[in-house]
């Protein structure tokens, strides 16, 4: 751990600190600049840093400076803000305008050279040897007549044949005016070099720009998807919008030399500065809840609450202030952001020292944005003199927070297979455990209807073939008896002994209603029908139709009971007046049997007091593979009916037809 914050630092150092040496390059003195020494071909462009001739509060033009009266003209360094600088009538204020002179004494001179001119606060116009090379809006004694437009500008400078091999200097007039801004002056260097070189530069520059705001825009729409895929978790959401925001403050910056502009050639500058802004003020709260949806213990919400109410305010003078009170308001939120900052960088580190996922990546990447952003601050506040590395920052906190993303969603992933693999293993057991459960109950049903086969047959061959013999004996012996003494009692005894019989064979055919020839695997349904018919007096019609002679279904025992339970169920609540079954061998190999009344439906029907009649029927069925529906029958009354699978009516239907 020790070695990565290190190794980290030592990065931010390089990247903070690590400029390229360059050739001692010449600064201007007392508004001269000479390049006699200095080759553009070999040492390449030379900033035009220095003292410059100024000329406070006068917009004057080549021609003008003839008529200057003061013999000493006063000088500002540059690059500098005038909020620095020290007149001789006084301190120069926030607003203003002036005109800069510059004379650059030049040795061999290449024919195709170019100024680069950015970040001069609000309007400029600038002549070359006494030509007008550039203009960016439109320099004014206030702000109504001035027309601010910060830009990147590269000049070419041959038009004209303003630098000839011949030439020896290079007269820089430049007229500024800001009623618009904080700072105002040239705020950066000026480069001076061969055209080719500063369109490469710019070329570079502006590539890095679009890399740069693509890949905040493409990780804020990424972001996006993922919550939109996966709304539970609210924190990709508050990056996805963090990175949108962080992508509108840098192409509306100078940062990314108004990239906006690509699209938006016309767009007014102080629509984009406030845009700009209000985006940079509103994400500084969208980060702190983004960490806070991420380590909600560590993270307090009364500095969510207070990060919030600073980003509404801000906004808010962004929307409606003017662009100078604005520009005067940015460093109290500075000094906010630099707090806060702080506050997340030290809660990110407990929560890194405590193991909270992905605090490692985010900590490290947020160190870098936040240095990074505190040293973009204290160089708009004129504090330090550095470059602008905030869109490097904050492409460094993205990647790093979508490599902590990657960590949580592998770990997610690795929790999900572990969870399938188990889940698999599960269902397996469970399968085999349904399958062993379905066998056993199958065995379970087999033993039962043999020891209901076997109580049917002891039955039948036993007290059914006794009761019928003492029927017999007695009858014999009435009619011996005939006319005797006692033998009107033995008549009675004879239609007991007769009921008696009947009962005995009912109940063994109820038991186990077979067929006595060999050839039926299963029960006679028409017997069953007739039985019931006769018992309750409900006429009942049965139609068969089946592929095989002999029904071969080895389920058909259990269609058997469903039927019976059917017909119990329908004679004693339905109240029916005709009962009709039918059992068909269907030609996508199934087998339906169909019990149907006219009796009253179901709605009216008095249920039983245990109601497991339709229960039984349901888990019969489940148990032969079959499926039961229960419906009320059109014109009144219920059908229930039963489909199971058969592989056996097909093949036998099959060679019947062939015979």
Request: include cysteine; glycine fraction near 8%; charged fraction near 20%.
């Amino acid at each position: 751990m020790r070695r990565a914050l290190c190794l980290l630092l030592a990065l931010l150092a390089v990247a903070l600190c690590g400029c390229r040496e360059e050739s001692l390059m010449p600064t201007a003195q007392r508004g001269v600049l000479d390049l006699s020494g200095w080759d553009l071909e070999r040492d390449g462009p030379v900033r035009l840093d220095g003292e410059w001739e100024v000329h406070w509060n006068r917009l004057l033009d080549p021609a003008g400076f003839s008529a200057i009266s003061s013999p000493v003209p006063e000088h500002l360094t540059v690059p500098g803000s005038w909020s620095q600088a020290k007149p001789s009538s006084g301190l120069m204020p926030f607003t203003g305008q002036a005109t800069l002179r510059l004379v650059v004494r030049l040795g061999t001179a290449p024919r195709l050279t170019a100024l680069r001119l950015a970040n001069i606060n609000s309007a400029y116009i600038v002549w070359v040897n006494g030509r007008l090379v550039a203009q960016s809006g439109s320099p004014g004694v206030d702000a109504a007549s001035e027309a601010p437009r910060p830009s990147a500008l590269v000049v070419p400078l041959h038009q004209g044949n303003l630098t000839q091999n011949r030439a020896e200097t290079l007269e820089l007039v430049l007229q500024i005016s800001n009623h618009n801004y904080r700072d105002g002056g040239v705020l950066t260097s000026l480069l001076y070099g061969q055209e080719d070189t500063l369109l490469a530069r710019e070329q570079v520059n502006a590539g890095i720009s679009m890399f740069l705001a693509g890949a905040l825009l493409c990780l804020g729409v990424y972001h996006l998807g993922l919550y939109f895929f996966r709304r539970s978790d609210n924190s990709p959401m508050l990056f996805g919008v963090y990175c949108l925001l962080s992508f509108c403050f840098y192409v509306c910056t100078i940062s990314s030399d108004w990239a906006v502009r690509i699209l938006l050639k016309d767009s007014s500058a102080t629509g984009l500065e406030r845009f700009g802004l209000a985006c940079f003020f509103l994400s500084v709260p969208v980060g702190f809840t983004f960490f806070r949806s991420l380590y909600p213990r560590e993270f307090s919400r009364s500095v969510q609450i207070y990060a919030l109410l600073a980003g509404a305010t801000f906004t808010l003078v962004a929307a409606f202030a003017s662009p100078l009170a604005l520009d005067m308001a940015l460093p109290l939120y500075y000094l906010s952001s630099i707090a806060m900052i702080l506050y997340a960088s030290v809660q990110l580190l407990r929560a890194w020292l405590i193991g909270r996922t992905g605090a490692p990546f985010i900590f490290a990447g947020f160190l870098v944005l936040g240095l990074t952003g505190i040293n973009d601050m204290l160089l708009d506040l004129r504090l330090i003199r550095s470059t602008p590395l905030l869109a490097p920052g904050l492409l460094v906190f993205i990647l790093s927070q979508s490599f902590a993303l990657s960590q949580r969603l592998s770990r997610a992933f690795t929790a999900v297979e572990h969870l399938s693999a188990q889940l698999e293993h599960k269902n397996l057991s469970l399968e085999a455990e349904m399958i062993e459960r379905n066998r056993l109950e199958r065995e379970v049903i087999s033993i039962s209807e043999g020891e209901r086969r076997r109580m049917s047959q002891d039955l039948h061959d036993g007290l059914c073939q006794l009761l019928t013999a003492a029927r017999l004996r007695c009858a014999a012996i009435a009619h011996i008896r005939k006319g005797k003494a006692g033998a009107m009692e033995l008549e009675p005894l004879s239609n007991i002994l007769d009921e008696l019989v009947d009962q005995a064979y009912d109940l063994s055919h109820g038991l186990w209603p077979l067929e006595h020839a060999s050839a039926f695997a299963g029960p006679s349904l028409h017997n069953m029908i007739r039985r019931f018919s006769r018992s309750s007096g409900v006429p009942i019609e049965f139609r068969q139709e089946i592929a095989c002679e002999t029904c071969l279904n080895a389920d058909v025992t259990q269609l058997y009971r469903i039927a019976q339970e059917a017909l119990a169920n329908a004679v004693k609540h339905a109240k029916p007046t005709r009962i009709f079954v039918t059992l068909l061998c269907r030609a996508d190999a199934t087998v339906l049997l169909e019990v149907r009344d006219n009796g009253i439906g179901r709605a009216k029907a008095a249920a039983s007091a245990s109601g497991l009649g339709t229960g039984i029927m349901a888990h019969r069925a489940r148990m032969i593979g079959g499926e039961l529906n229960i419906a009320d029958a059109e014109g009144g009354g219920t059908t229930v009916a039963c489909i199971i699978p058969c592989e056996r009516h097909q093949p036998a239907a099959a060679a019947r037809r062939s015979q």
